[in-house]
């Protein structure tokens, strides 16, 4: 099954965009996003991907600074770029998420992570990446299980009109380092491949 892409096209009406989002009745455990204008349903994951953002989640809570919380499918907004999208985890000041709705703006976020599956890995490395470049959240890591048959994780950070630059990509198996406020080093080998 691949993400359906819905045939409502509502251009650049943001608020009609989130009152569709809000009403869509997607199947249980499918991810329902906004990506470039359009509201998409993914469907539900294969179990290694949930297993990858269990270990990222317990090794971010090892070294979470204080005030932070590290959250899965929590709702991000971008409406300059008619995006709401729903990364595997992040991390955000708690008191960004005290706001009332459905979702917060991604510019709050800290940290966001992307595991790509089968349905959505091309929104995860080229259109997400893009919009919370533009939002300007400090570090994006990309989890990529399906890069040319060698997954890989990337971490982006430093953006800048729109665009992240690479501060470090390895295949999995090998460490990589998350800096500060992290200080983390994140063991690859651990995840499931596959």
């Known amino acids: 099954m691949n993400s359906y892409d819905a045939p409502i ?7 009609g965009l989130v009152r569709l989002w809000e009403i869509v009745d997607a199947p249980r455990n499918c991810k329902v996003e906004i990506v470039a204008g ?3 349903v993914a469907p539900p994951v294969d179990t290694r991907h949930p297993l990858i953002a269990d270990e990222v989640q317990r090794s971010l809570y090892e070294v979470m600074p204080e005030g932070r919380g590290v959250h ?3 709702a991000v907004a971008v409406p300059s ?4 999208y729903v990364p595997d985890l992040l991390v955000a000041p708690e ?3 005290r706001g009332p709705g459905f979702f917060f703006p991604a510019s709050d976020a ?3 992570v992307e595991i790509t599956s089968q349905s ?17 959240v400090p570090l ?4 990529d299980r399906r890069h040319s048959g060698r997954p890989t994780a990337t971490l982006y950070g430093e953006p800048k009109n729109g665009l992240y630059r690479v501060l470090d990509a390895v295949e999995f198996g090998r460490e990589l380092r998350l800096p500060a406020p992290f200080d983390l080093t994140i063991d690859t080998g651990a995840f499931p491949t596959g």
């Open 9 to 15: 096209d509502l251009g650049d009406d943001w608020p």
């Open 38 to 40: 359009h509201v998409t």
């Open 72 to 74: 899965q499918t929590q």
């Open 81 to 84: 770029l008619l995006g709401m």
């Open 95 to 97: 008191a960004a998420l």
């Open 110 to 112: 800290e940290l966001v």
């Open 120 to 136: 959505n890995a091309n929104h995860d490395r080229i259109v997400k990446l893009q919009a919370y470049a533009t939002a300007a």
């Open 140 to 143: 994006c890591l990309l989890i």
